[in-house]
């Protein structure tokens, strides 16, 4: 029998919109598992980025999402290793635009950097609902 191939990915997922949904169905299109860690309140105050959506909801909604194999909460920057050990990962997938700061996971497992959705963006949203 084939292992099952583990993709896992990281992201506060605040005022969810299809950019993150396209980012789940490209990341599950490479691998049979998807794991998705989603910052919780406590580390995005420690980035200084506070959410308008609470964790536990956030958290909520990604695990709805059918493209979604199992959620779990990020509370470090430096849990990644753990997580990519812990859980078998065989791929590790951001969006491109933090190219290269996660290239320390490819001694663990495969690194991808998928395209973000063009013209969608949480702080566009963000920034929309403050006018």
């Not at 191939?5 to 950019?19: A, E, M, P, Q, S």
């Not at 001694?107 to 702080?123: A, D, K």
């Amino acid at each position: 029998m084939e292992k099952k191939k583990t993709v896992i990915t990281y992201g506060t997922f605040d005022l969810f919109h299809i950019g993150h949904l396209n980012l789940l169905k490209r990341a599950k299109a490479l691998g049979d598992e998807l794991i998705v860690a989603v910052s919780s309140d406590e580390f995005n105050l420690g980035k200084g980025k506070v959410c308008q959506i609470k964790d536990v909801d956030r958290m909520a909604i990604v695990e709805a999402i059918r493209y979604v194999d199992k959620v779990i909460p990020e509370t470090c920057w430096e849990q990644k290793v753990e997580d990519v050990q812990k859980y078998n990962v065989d791929v590790f997938v951001m969006g491109d635009d933090w190219k290269g700061k996660f290239d320390f996971l490819k001694e663990y497992c495969e690194v991808v950097y998928l395209p973000r959705t063009e013209g969608i963006s949480t702080t566009q949203l963000k920034d929309e609902l403050k006018k």
